[in-house]
């Protein structure tokens, strides 16, 4: 069993950070084999992409919207995620997932094979 599990999230006011963490856990799961992606839905919304990093760090993804804020990392060795958030704003708050897949490519259009319970980010005064 693969279980992915994010922290980090909270209230923060706008032009404020926070960093995410996911972990993953499971005997069978080799997470240096995977790419990485976070996703974030706010209520009444679809679930939007938010970064993507492949199995080895070397290549990331971003949406528009936080690039240049967002910055996304791992450690294989700690099989860890991180998303860095800097410059929050208002419309940066939704429940942020992390998911598992093992090629970029999924992740970029919302295919993943694992999935995290969420962590919520609030942006507000």
């Known amino acids: 069993q693969v279980t992915l599990v994010e922290s980090g999230g909270g209230l923060v006011r706008p032009g404020g950070s926070l960093r995410l963490s996911c972990e993953a856990s499971g005997r069978t799961f080799t997470f240096s084999q995977y790419a990485m992606g976070w996703y974030r839905q706010a209520p009444g919304k679809l679930r939007e992409r938010v970064g993507v990093i492949s199995w080895s760090g070397g290549e990331t993804w971003y949406v528009d919207s936080v690039k240049g804020r967002f910055i996304i990392s791992r450690d294989n060795a700690q099989r860890t995620v991180y998303l860095q958030m800097d410059s929050l704003k208002p419309e940066d708050t939704a429940t942020y997932y992390c998911?598992?897949?093992?090629?970029?490519?999924?992740?970029?259009?919302?295919?993943?094979?694992?999935w995290g319970q969420g962590t919520q980010v609030t942006v507000s005064s």
């Open positions: 998911a598992a897949a093992p090629d970029m490519s999924r992740l970029r259009v919302g295919i993943a094979d694992y």
